[in-house]
């Protein structure tokens, strides 16, 4: 079966601390690896990653993937407090019928 | 990037009554997608809406308590039909970003209770 993990579930930094936020799949047909920031609602999209080893970068935010290893980590640098949410990590397994797998997402909370 | 509006944005709702959510995208897009939210949990597909052709539900979702409208390329609806406390979640519509993006966006949900 298709899924999608993310660790840890929930982290608790300082402000400027950096994270590292980690997301492993096993999907049967992989097309690409999204990062999503969900914060009260809505999931706001972050990266799309369909290569290894080309890093993403938006300002403190940076992300890569490893299709040998089947994971993909987010880094957040410098936190603030409105890096606080909850980031979700979906894989894009579409073959023929559309299919997106989540995973739980990581709850990070920035303190002042 | 599509902008997309979801109406109501939060509701309270008695047991064994029913909701449509209504859904509205900026521009014409080929696939909607209906994703249910419950408390603590990450997003779950419900169903994927072509205008023009009858929604593809995911397993353990079914049309009489989820039927879905897709009557253009900018608008759909989801009803939650006959709903219970379990129901109580948070509904988001999305879109796909276009013939080269696979990226989705999504709406800004729907916050439903059932008392």
């Known amino acids: 079966e298709d899924k999608v993990v993310q660790s840890p579930l929930s982290l608790v930094v300082h402000e400027g601390d950096t994270v590292t936020l980690n997301c492993s799949y096993e999907v049967t047909n992989f097309r690409s690896l999204l990062w999503y920031k969900q914060e009260k609602k809505a999931p706001t999209f972050l990266f799309m990653l369909t290569s290894s080893g080309i890093e993403k970068k938006s300002g403190r935010l940076s992300s890569i993937l490893d299709k040998k290893e089947l994971f993909s980590i987010l880094n957040i640098t410098a936190t603030q407090t409105g890096d606080s949410a909850v980031y979700l990590c979906?894989?894009?397994?579409?073959?023929?019928?559309?299919?997106?797998?989540f995973g739980t997402g990581t709850r990070l909370k920035v303190l002042a | 990037s599509a902008v997309i509006s979801q109406k109501p944005s939060r509701d309270i709702c008695q047991r064994g009554t029913s909701l449509t959510i209504q859904c509205q995208v900026d521009s014409q897009v080929t696939m909607m997608f209906w994703y249910r939210q419950q408390p603590g949990q990450s997003l779950t597909l419900i169903a994927t809406a072509n205008q023009g052709s009858e929604a593809t539900y995911e397993s353990g979702f079914v049309i009489d308590k989820f039927p879905i409208s897709r009557p253009n390329l900018t608008f759909s609806t989801l009803t939650v039909s006959n709903m219970s406390p379990e129901d109580s979640s948070i509904y988001l519509c999305?879109?796909?970003?276009?013939?080269?993006?696979?990226?989705?966006?999504f709406g800004p949900g729907t916050r439903l209770t059932v008392t």
């Open positions: 999305s879109v796909d970003g276009g013939q080269d993006f696979d990226e989705q966006y």
């Open positions: 979906a894989v894009d397994a579409t073959s023929g019928t559309y299919k997106y797998i």
